[in-house]
C-alpha cells in the first residue's frame, strides 16, 4: 500500500482565497484524522471520521474550516476564506480504527499570504 | 483541559548512548498510548504502543515504560544512532477516540 496519499504537498495562497486539501487514507482504515501543526501550539485535531462519519469536530477553529468524507477512500478540508493565520502543515492519517496505529501522510504546507 | 506534555523540549545524546525521553498524562482514562518519531518535512511515524493493562514493551531498540500510578510515559532508545535524530511525540487515547498529541522532544544525536 501507498500509505495515506495527501495533496498538494505545498500551497501558497492570498488572504481570501478557498483552498482545499485533500487526502486518501490507507485502504480498509475505518478512521481518517486531519491535524494541523504549527510550532506553537504542536499537533492539534482538527476532526476525525469513522466509517466516513464525522464524530468530533471540536478541533475546528471556525466556520471558516469544513471537512467532508464523501466515501472511504477520499477526504477534503476546505479553509473558505484563508486567512494568514491559518498557515501551517496540515496532516491527514487514518487508522483501523481509534484505538489503533495512525499512519500519517506527508501533509500539506500550507502558506496564506 | 486535561493533556498530554513532555518534560523537556530538547534533548541531546552522543552516539552510542541510551536516550531517555519522557512524557507526563493528566488524564487517568487514557488506556492506549503511543511515540511517533517525526523528521523534518515528514510526517509522525509510529515507533512503538502500549495500552494501559501493560507496564512495559520492548521494541526494536526501543522500550516504552508506563507507569498509570503518577501518569508517566517513557521511551528508551538504546544505542542512539544519528539517525534517531527527530523530534518524538508522545500520544494518548481516551476510548478509542482520535490521539491526543504532547508538544514534542527534540532528540539531537552527535557522533
Known amino acids: 500500500d501507498a500509505g495515506v496519499i495527501q495533496s498538494p504537498r505545498h500551497e501558497v495562497t492570498e488572504m481570501g482565497q478557498e483552498v482545499t486539501l485533500r487526502c486518501k487514507p490507507i485502504s480498509g482504515h475505518n478512521s481518517l484524522f486531519w491535524y494541523r501543526q504549527t510550532m506553537m501550539r504542536g499537533l492539534e485535531l482538527l476532526i476525525y471520521f469513522n466509517n466516513n462519519v464525522p464524530i468530533d469536530d471540536s478541533g475546528m477553529p471556525e466556520d471558516r474550516f469544513s471537512a467532508k468524507m464523501p466515501n472511504a477512500s477520499f477526504s477534503t478540508l476546505k479553509i473558505q476564506p484563508s486567512e494568514p493565520r491559518d498557515s501551517a502543515v496540515y496532516f491527514c492519517?487514518?487508522?483501523?480504527?481509534?484505538?489503533?496505529?495512525?499512519?500519517f501522510g506527508q501533509g500539506t504546507r500550507l502558506t496564506v499570504v | 483541559g486535561e493533556s498530554v506534555g513532555l518534560h523537556l523540549p530538547t534533548l541531546s545524546v552522543q552516539e552510542g548512548d541510551n536516550s531517555i525521553i519522557n512524557c507526563a498524562y493528566s488524564?487517568?482514562?487514557?488506556?492506549?498510548f503511543i511515540w511517533y518519531k517525526q523528521e523534518s518535512g515528514k510526517g509522525p511515524q509510529f515507533i512503538i504502543d502500549?495500552?494501559?493493562?501493560?507496564d512495559k514493551r520492548q521494541g526494536q531498540r526501543v522500550t516504552v515504560l508506563l507507569n498509570k500510578t503518577v501518569k508517566h510515559l517513557s521511551l528508551q532508545i538504546a544505542a542512539t544512532q544519528p539517525g534517531d535524530s527527530a523530534v518524538y511525540f508522545c500520544?494518548?487515547?481516551?476510548?478509542?477516540?482520535?490521539?491526543?498529541f504532547g508538544k514534542g522532544t527534540t532528540l539531537s544525536v552527535s557522533s
Open positions: 492519517a487514518s487508522s483501523l480504527a481509534g484505538d489503533t496505529e495512525a499512519f
Open positions: 502500549i495500552r494501559s493493562n501493560m
Open positions: 500520544a494518548e487515547n481516551i476510548g478509542g477516540a482520535a490521539l491526543i
Open positions: 488524564n487517568s482514562a487514557s488506556d492506549y
